[in-house]
């Protein structure tokens, strides 16, 4: 028998496939079973044009066998099969497709789902196979071939014998070597994860005879194994299928199924598009925030799937960061697939989808939001921060997309409001939307500075995360609305009382306002008489953009900025420790400088700052207390 030679080009090609095309080898019987499907899908499309053809679903499969002995896997299919001429073109010249060729001849049809299309999918076979051996007998020939090659060196053809019309692919498996261990591949679990794993959704069942156990004949508690023809994938894609057929049971169980989470999701979306890009999906909103959600550890993505093959198995571009929770698949046959079909040619088709994608998102959390609040409530307290992160990153770009889902808990509610309910709540003459941030909403709500907004009536919203404010001074405004902290110098409201003090008052307490400043130093920028406190004496607020909570969350990261709040001392003057003060500024200025720092450190303590110096500071206790 003649050995036929590759064509040189075709030699460099298969060297270069076999050692840098694939990253994985496992891929192998995903090409495989993928070219067997077409075949099948061959005969189906002929027999759409010839009467002397039936296509009986039933009848056409795919079965994987193996010989862990013999090291043997074998890929039978009931395809089209292939004559000796077709052997020699389609598996003697590489890179010519003989799918890809047949999609061509019949353009007419709608023959998208051929996958097939590089025409070198089935050299991968060299993977895991150091002699790969094929035999067809082609629809409508009465003759069988045997295609046999070694690997680069070429390969053989030569009649032989087989019943029916289809194909046999049997791969001898490579020795292990010290780096590869090829047995794996002849064991019957991992031969059924790869199916699974890339080619559940073929459509054409997938049959390996399977270990089962049943109970010994005769016996109540000895076992014994069985082999049993099964059928491996589930064949039809649940993204396939049409929404009015499935129950939110069988989007749980296809959520469980996948390990998308160990959660029930709180609501998936099921899309299937048909425009300038193709695509079928199911998106996940899940409830509980995985373990390592907010760790460099975790990886967003989508599975994605080209013609019910799995691609990619967290295909990143499909989601924004701020959306990186949402878990789920994508399927479409409009990919620019590379060589390897491990990655995209161009991504122009996937930023379509990617772009549809992140607005089917948005509506599903509107949505949720204003049809069912206790299960947004719950995404939100999973999910509420990769929001805020969201806004915050890439200079508050993302801000339409997300203002209108944020939530903060609202002093007059008691629970969690959007911005657009706090808006509507608004009072008429109100400028600013207020918020305070500390660290737990008891504390907040104890906060002095909020006393006066609180008692005339106007709504706060608590920040309890470390991020909520450094969101929030990103989008600076809602709805042209900005946002005022309730530390900051000017609220926007006049306390009445102020304006009943005469000139010369107001003269003499700024007066005493100087000195307190001068006996505090650095400390602070200002000192200054209150218009927002009723019945605490200090407090500190702030000028400048940088709050004291935001300068507490900088200076606890791990390369501490130290960077510096300015800090205002505010005193409120209706208080009778101001009577006090104001007595010891006019005749004890020991006292003063005493009483001073002992409210300085007041104000430090309310504000959940540590005192500078705590001996001074009982001492300063002690001396008073004589
Ligand atoms: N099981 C099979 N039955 C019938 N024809 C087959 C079979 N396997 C391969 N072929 C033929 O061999 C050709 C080459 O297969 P190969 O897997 O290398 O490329 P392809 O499937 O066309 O493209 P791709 O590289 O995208 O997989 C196919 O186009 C098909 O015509």
């Known amino acids: 028998m003649e050995t036929k030679q590759f064509k040189a080009e075709s030699k460099r090609l298969l060297d270069l496939m076999i050692n840098s095309i694939y990253t994985h080898r496992e891929i192998f019987l995903r090409e495989l079973i993928s070219n067997a499907s077409d075949a099948i899908d061959k005969i189906y499309y002929k027999s ?124 001898t498996v490579k020795d292990n070597t010290e780096e590869e261990n090829y047995d794996e591949y002849l064991g ?41 023809l099964k059928t491996i994938n589930s064949m039809v894609p649940i993204w396939r299928k049409n929404k009015n057929e499935l129950k939110d049971e069988d989007y749980d169980n296809f959520y469980a199924d996948k390990h998308y989470g160990f959660d029930k999701p709180l609501s998936h979306v099921h899309i299937s598009v048909d425009g300038m890009v193709s695509y079928n999906a199911i998106l996940y909103i899940p409830e509980q925030t995985p373990y390592d959600f907010y760790t460099k550890e975790y990886k967003k993505g989508l599975e994605l799937y080209s013609n019910g093959v799995m691609i990619m198995n967290k295909c990143e571009e499909l989601l924004p960061d701020y959306f990186s929770f949402v878990k789920g698949i994508v399927d479409s046959q409009d990919l620019s697939l590379n060589i390897s079909r491990e990655i995209l040619q161009h991504d122009r088709q996937l930023k379509l989808i990617a772009k549809n994608i992140k607005s089917k998102i948005k509506s599903e959390l509107e949505r949720m939001l204003k049809n069912d609040r206790d299960k947004y409530e719950k995404f939100y307290k999973a999910f509420g921060r990769n929001l805020k992160y969201g806004i915050y990153s890439e200079y508050g770009s993302n801000r339409d997309v997300l203002e209108d889902l944020l939530m903060f808990y609202s002093s007059k509610e008691d629970k969690l409001v959007t911005l657009a309910e706090y808006l509507e709540r608004m009072k008429e003459d109100q400028k600013y939307i207020y918020y305070a ?69 107001k003269k003499e307490n700024d007066k005493l306002f100087e000195e307190m400043k001068n006996v505090l130093g650095d400390k602070v920028k200002a000192v200054r008489a209150s218009k927002r406190l009723k019945n605490y004496p200090v407090c500190l607020a702030n000028d400048g953009e940088l709050s004291i909570e935001m300068e507490k969350v900088l200076n606890a990261m791990p390369n501490n900025p130290n960077v510096k709040a300015e800090r205002v001392l505010e005193v409120n003057m209706n208080h009778d420790v101001f009577n006090a003060l104001k007595n010891s500024y006019e005749n004890d200025k020991e006292k003063f400088g005493l009483y001073t720092n002992l409210l300085y450190n007041q104000a430090l303590l309310i504000e959940g700052l540590s005192v500078g110096d705590p001996l001074e500071f009982t001492n300063d206790i002690c001396k008073i207390m004589k």
Request: with cysteine.
């Open 48 to 171: 759409l044009t010839d009467d002397s053809l039936t296509f009986d679903k039933d009848n056409y499969y795919i079965r994987v066998d193996f010989d862990k002995d013999k090291r043997i896997i074998k890929i039978t299919d009931t395809g089209i099969g292939m004559n000796k001429d077709e052997l020699e073109e389609n598996l003697g010249v590489i890179a010519k497709s003989g799918s890809l060729q047949f999609k061509k001849d019949n353009e007419s049809q709608d023959n998208h789902d051929i996958i097939g299309q590089f025409g070198v999918g089935f050299y991968s076979a060299f993977l895991v196979a150091k002699k790969v051996t094929v035999i067809s007998k082609a629809l409508g020939s009465d003759k069988a071939y045997k295609w046999e090659s070694c690997g680069a060196e070429g390969y053989t053809i030569e009649e032989t014998e087989k019943d029916s019309v289809g194909t046999e692919i049997i791969l």
């Open 188 to 228: 019957e679990y991992r031969l059924k994860e790869i199916i699974k794993k890339y080619s559940d959704f073929i459509r054409y069942p997938i049959k390996m005879e399977c270990t089962e156990r049943k109970l010994k004949e005769g016996s109540k508690d000895e076992y014994e194994d069985y082999k049993e």
């Open 437 to 505: 941030a500390g660290e737990s909403l008891d504390r907040l709500k104890k906060l002095p500075q909020t006393e006066m907004l609180l008692d005339k009536g106007y709504e706060i919203l608590y920040f309890t995360e470390d991020i909520d404010e450094f969101a929030i001074k990103m989008l600076m405004k809602y709805k042209e609305k900005e946002f005022k902290s309730v530390s900051s110098n000017d609220l926007g409201i006049e306390k009445e009382e102020d304006k009943d003090l005469s000139e010369e008052d």
